[in-house]
């Protein structure tokens, strides 16, 4: 299983970005997956999570700004990132949780950096 993030940036206050991860995935299904993000001296927290079946789940810090979204076709989830503040500034990685025989997996891709100047 491979992660490959994209569409990280440098971008004003109040800008929009738009995150992208394609999942490659041999012999694992798929379950939810979703977003994380790492600041500089701080641990890394949930953003956004999203399941197979459509059902999603939101920090509370991005509530009504950012947006998970998948493909299923496309084995890639999205996040939309609206209303970007300077305090958003992280490396974001996305997560994907699978199953192979029975067991549950997890699988991050690498961070993808956003910074949002003032």
């Known amino acids: 299983v491979q992660l490959q993030a994209s569409g990280g940036g440098l971008v004003q206050a109040g800008g929009s970005l738009r995150l992208s991860c394609a999942v490659r995935?041999?012999?694992?299904?798929?379950?939810?997956m979703g977003w994380y993000r790492q600041a500089p001296g701080k641990e890394r927290e949930l953003v956004a999570e999203?399941?197979?079946?459509?059902?999603?789940n939101y920090a509370d810090f991005v509530k009504g700004r950012f947006t998970v979204s998948r493909d299923n076709a496309k084995n890639t989830v999205y996040l939309q990132m609206n209303s970007l503040k300077p305090e958003d500034t992280a490396a974001y990685y996305c997560?994907?949780?699978?199953?192979?025989?029975?067991?549950?997996?997890?699988?991050w891709g690498q961070g993808t950096l956003v910074t949002v100047s003032s």
């Open positions: 997560h994907a949780d699978t199953r192979y025989d029975g067991e549950d997996f997890d699988f």
């Open positions: 995935i041999t012999m694992h299904s798929l379950n939810y």
């Open positions: 999203i399941t197979n079946g459509g059902s999603t």
